[in-house]
């Protein structure tokens, strides 16, 4: 099949108005400005990849209908595999998101009528007269809402001292005018009547935010790092509407799925509920939620264990624990993935016909990895395949369901704490708790009465339990970091992952940390090397694959988790500088042996301008960023500052230069403070914007957003505003403005140099490398800023 065509998908506004004709044209419709944004709306018209009068190819046979998904329309079935074998658009969730504009029988009639003389027979053009007739803009069910309690000056906003980065902070914080959604009703298809119209989508009850771009709907774990902002933007009602919204479907569907449509109802996220809960409780004392809160907290706990969970006996111990996986039932193609998945199992590189049994497998595989929130990463599979970019032959050897993951063990570990504060500050009665759910599980409490005391003793004991697996399966002492236990090799993995900081975030410190600073330097000297070697943030791992949680992209959750697992630090540990590296080495040679499963020189490289790469691989030569008391964009040193307290202010600096510079250097101004930059020092085609907020970076440079996956980068951006807004309120006083790279060539000659990022020269100190540091990353920011416009063909991840 031909390449897919990448367009840009900026935040959308969504009203219902009148879809465009169908058409081969790549335009997009556009609804009049709402008062709540100037973000239009936009909405996909067909590109096909055949020519109108082409016929399409011939296709593999249908997987098993889902029973989890019975529609006939928006499905695994004939219809929908049809319509993604035709390509009509760059993202299959474009289909599926679209509601109809008929009755489901109607529009399955018309399908008929155009697959009669056979599905081979079928012209591109017959596709896409059918969706322009049968189906309506994606996502209008949905429509913008007024936030009429916005405080355009929250008080966290004092916190932060630079005058530039203050100011940018007060600009993502008005972001979420524009992200805020609500059902529309006068656009719904009737509940349970397919008379009218039928649509995937899951109606709330309640306003939430949407990530932005093709996440045009409230997801799940997402929404964790959405109400860490929006606490801190004094945004507590649409925090409690989000959190309603997980209680009603823990209410009618008995789990919180993945996202709102019903093709995510196999499937659930990292479980981070409770600890939402949590944070808005602590933020707004609203302990009255807890009435109807608790016992749902409890039927997610329950989900988990009784679906999720399994005993698993430790070859290091003999001790057998109660873990939980991620692991999906599912053997078909994820509707808003069709194509992709169906190309993973049926794709034209292969030399063998997989069975229906190995292509079940290999689609459950990928629903599961869905499932982690990490779709996908090397961290899962196999065979890694390093360093290739054809991610196709890795997603092959996906291996989820085998894997016991150490954050989601983790996150399931402080959920059980947390939920035990919550009963311990519950004012409701013994008798306003007893709607705990039935469970077959050991580490359900037992239905009927139990005091908030007691429901809290037993969450601690589980959590106990859970705690003892995790420093027993995945902490190993050796190599000082935690990874993944796979119950194929009964043995730790070797995958060395952002996961491995995720026990600390949720309070689990081994012992050999606790009482040692040599050990606690070694546990966070990945982070040292990232920041002395590169010029951005964190990588989820340190293979390039050409998956999207891989290198090089950095992803703001792992920022944020970095930050607090440092902070979770004892002062006892954490005092002086960090130590250097012996003479003629770099920092890698302050990582432990095996920690990080990679030779030096087989580490991603660091990019200049041009699409050259910084020559040295080894030695001194490739920290480039290293210099007199922090790093390139690391903020401003302090005097008696710890390594633990550097590295905060360094990392966190680091990840806010990364938003400030792709969003300057993408149209961002701020009046009397920060000028547009002329048009030829723009990212390629962002003439005309003001700026975008990115999902994910590169451990690269900090102007570019990150890149690979099964979709083109996407803007809003839901928990990018969480973080940097979290950040702000956090660590306000710490944050410099960073130095951003140009785009034209003499960047390099230009570059300023500083103690440590404030005014317009900031950065860090000067060195050698300086030059280095002003051209950063040049072409991969080049390739994803056009990848993101849609102003160039990328090629499918699977094509």
Same mark, same amino acid.
């Given at each position: 099949m031909k390449a897919l065509q990448a367009a840009f998908v900026l935040p959308v506004l969504v009203h219902a108005?009148?879809?465009?004709?169908?058409?081969?044209s790549s335009s997009t419709a556009t609804a009049p400005a709402s008062t709540t944004s100037s973000t239009p709306v936009v909405t996909s018209t067909p590109q096909p990849s055949f020519a109108l009068n082409a016929t399409l190819p011939s296709q593999a046979a249908l997987p098993p209908k889902q029973a989890w998904c019975p529609s006939d329309i928006f499905c695994a079935g004939e219809l929908l595999q049809t319509l993604n074998?035709?390509?009509?658009?760059?993202?299959?969730?474009?289909i599926v998101d679209k509601p109809t504009n008929k009755s489901s029988q109607a529009v399955l009639n018309d399908f008929n009528a155009i697959a009669a003389p056979g599905l081979t027979a079928i012209t591109e053009n017959s596709i896409v007269t059918f969706l322009g007739q049968d189906f309506r803009g994606e996502g209008l069910e949905l429509e913008a809402q007024n936030l009429t309690n916005f405080n355009p000056n929250p008080a966290f906003l004092n916190n932060v001292t630079d005058p530039v980065m203050k100011a940018w902070t007060q600009t993502v914080h008005g972001y979420w005018t524009s992200l805020i959604r609500g059902t529309n009703a006068s656009a719904l298809c009737r509940e349970g009547n397919s008379t009218t119209c039928e649509s995937t989508l899951i109606p709330l009850n309640h306003t939430f935010v949407v990530p932005g771009g093709r996440f045009r709907e409230q997801y799940y774990w997402d929404s964790y790092w959405i109400i860490e902002g929006l606490?801190?933007?004094?945004?507590?009602?649409?925090?409690?509407d989000t959190l309603q919204n997980f209680m009603d479907e823990l209410d009618t569907i008995g789990f919180i799925p993945n996202g709102g449509r019903i093709y995510y109802l196999?499937?659930?996220q990292p479980p981070l509920f409770i600890h939402m809960l949590s944070n808005y409780v602590a933020a707004s004392n609203d302990t009255s939620i807890l009435t109807r809160a608790l016992p749902l907290a409890e039927k997610e706990l329950a989900w988990w264990a009784d679906n999720r969970s399994l005993n698993v006996t430790s070859p290091y111990t003999n001790n057998t624990h109660f873990v939980a996986r991620y692991s999906v039932n599912n053997s078909a193609p994820r509707p808003e993935s069709y194509l992709a998945d169906y190309l993973v199992t049926n794709g034209p590189d292969l030399t063998t016909a997989y069975t229906e049994q190995e292509q079940a497998d290999l689609y459950a595989e990928l629903a599961s990895?869905?499932?982690?929130?990490?779709?996908? $990463?090397?961290?899962? =599979?196999?065979?890694?395949?390093?360093?290739?970019?054809?991610?196709t032959p890795a997603l092959r050897t996906l291996n989820i369901r085998a894997n016991i993951p150490v954050d989601l063990n983790s996150i399931l570990y402080r959920a059980r704490l947390l939920l035990a504060d919550l009963y311990e500050q519950s004012a409701s009665s013994p008798t306003a708790l007893l709607a705990t759910p039935t469970s077959t599980s050991s580490v359900a409490f037992p239905t009927g009465t139990g005091s908030p005391a007691s429901r809290a003793a037993f969450h601690r004991s589980v959590a106990a339990d859970i705690k003892s697996a995790i420093l027993d399966l995945f902490w190993d002492p050796t190599r000082v970091a935690f990874y993944d236990f796979n119950t194929t090799a009964n043995a730790r993995g070797t995958a060395f992952t952002a996961a491995t900081f995720y026990p600390l975030w949720n309070g689990i410190t081994?012992?050999?940390?606790? $009482?040692?600073?040599? =050990?606690?330097q070694a546990f966070f000297s990945s982070v040292n090397m990232v920041l002395n070697r590169y010029n951005g943030t964190f990588p989820v791992t340190f293979l390039t694959t050409g998956l999207q949680w891989d290198a090089p992209n950095a992803w703001p959750p792992h920022q944020y988790i970095i930050v607090q697992a440092l902070q979770s630090l004892p002062s006892n540990i954490t005092s002086g500088a960090f130590p250097t590296p012996p003479s003629n080495q770099s920092t890698f040679a302050l990582v432990p042996n095996g920690q990080i499963p990679l030779s030096e020189t087989e580490l991603p490289v660091q990019s200049i301008e041009g699409g050259g790469n910084v020559t040295a691989t080894s030695g001194p030569d490739?920290?480039?960023?290293?210099?007199?008391?922090?790093?390139?964009n690391g903020g401003n040193s302090t005097s008696g500052e710890g390594w633990r307290d550097t590295m905060v202010r360094e990392l966190t600096n680091r990840f806010m230069s990364s938003a400030f510079c792709s969003w300057y250097v993408s149209g961002g101004s701020l009046p009397g403070l920060l000028s547009?930059?002329?048009?030829?020092?723009?990212?390629?085609?962002?003439?005309?914007?003001?700026?975008?907020?990115?999902?994910?970076?590169?451990?690269?440079?900090?102007?570019?957003?990150?890149r690979g996956g099964e979709y083109t980068v996407q803007a809003g951006f839901g928990w990018t505003n969480g973080v940097v807004l979290f950040l702000a309120g956090e660590l306000g006083q710490i944050i410099a403005r960073p130095s951003c790279p140009t785009l034209v060539s003499t960047a390099a000659s230009n570059s300023s140099s500083g103690s440590g990022g404030s005014g317009s020269s900031g950065g860090g100190s000067s060195s050698g490398a300086e030059s280095l540091r002003g051209s950063l990353g040049f072409e991969s920011l080049r390739w994803s800023v056009m990848a993101i416009l849609g102003l160039m063909l990328v090629t499918h991840l699977l094509l």
């Open positions: 108005f009148p879809q465009a004709s169908s058409s081969a074998i035709a390509e009509p658009y760059a993202d299959s969730k474009t606490i801190k933007s004094e945004l507590l009602s649409v925090a409690n196999a499937r659930s990895g869905a499932e982690t929130g990490w779709d996908y $990463s090397s961290r899962f =599979a196999k065979q890694p395949l390093l360093n290739i970019t054809n991610n081994p012992p050999e940390i606790l $009482s040692n600073a040599t =050990a606690a490739v920290d480039i960023n290293a210099g007199n008391g922090t790093v390139f547009p930059l002329p048009a030829d020092e723009l990212l390629p085609g962002a003439a005309g914007l003001s700026g975008l907020m990115f999902e994910k970076f590169s451990i690269n440079d900090v102007s570019s957003a990150g």
